[in-house]
């Protein structure tokens, strides 16, 4: 009877630590699981991110290019209007003691285009370097504040000529 009895329970055991073993490999195998979830989870939101950081990029360029030209020829009578080929063009003059100068900013062929040519001179278009793909391009100016819009966006720049600067 001893023998049958300690034959039991060792066979008991024996289940035990196979059970034991089945639930630590299940358990090991519900955390690698859960884990490539989270790391999936975690790329897909990366991507998200970088996807919005990346529009928000390409809208501060456009619109930054466009202000910083304006800044930098930000001067008495420097900032005007002219007509370009497709519509209203920002216009801003530079004079040095070579001649007037001008640098043309208007939407030509869906893009907005900038162009540096003497103030006398016709719009040629075609020699126009592209700033920015934009179907919109509108400015306007009121009280000393220059607005320029866009596809991606607006950008306002304060004149400081205006205000008796540069």
Do not use: H
């Amino acid at each position: 009877m001893e023998a049958l009895t300690s034959r039991g329970i060792a066979q008991r055991a024996e289940g035990g630590q196979g059970f034991g073993r089945l639930f630590t490999v299940l358990l090991f195998a519900l955390f690698i699981v859960a884990l490539l979830i989270a790391i999936m989870t975690g790329t897909g939101l990366y991507r998200a991110l970088v996807k919005v950081r990346d529009q928000a990029d390409d809208t501060r360029l456009a619109t930054g290019l466009i202000a910083n030209s304006v800044r930098a020829a930000d001067s008495v009578d420097a900032v005007g209007a002219g007509k370009g080929p497709e519509g209203r063009s920002l216009v801003l003059t530079e004079r040095l003691d070579s001649g007037t100068f001008e640098t043309r900013i208007y939407a030509y062929q869906s893009s907005i285009v900038e162009e540096y040519a003497l103030a006398d001179a016709a719009y040629t278009p075609e020699k126009a370097t592209p700033v920015v793909a934009s179907e919109r391009f509108a400015f306007s100016y009121e009280n000393g504040l220059l607005t320029v819009e866009t596809d991606d966006g607006s950008v306002q720049v304060a004149l400081r000529s205006v205000r008796g600067g540069a």
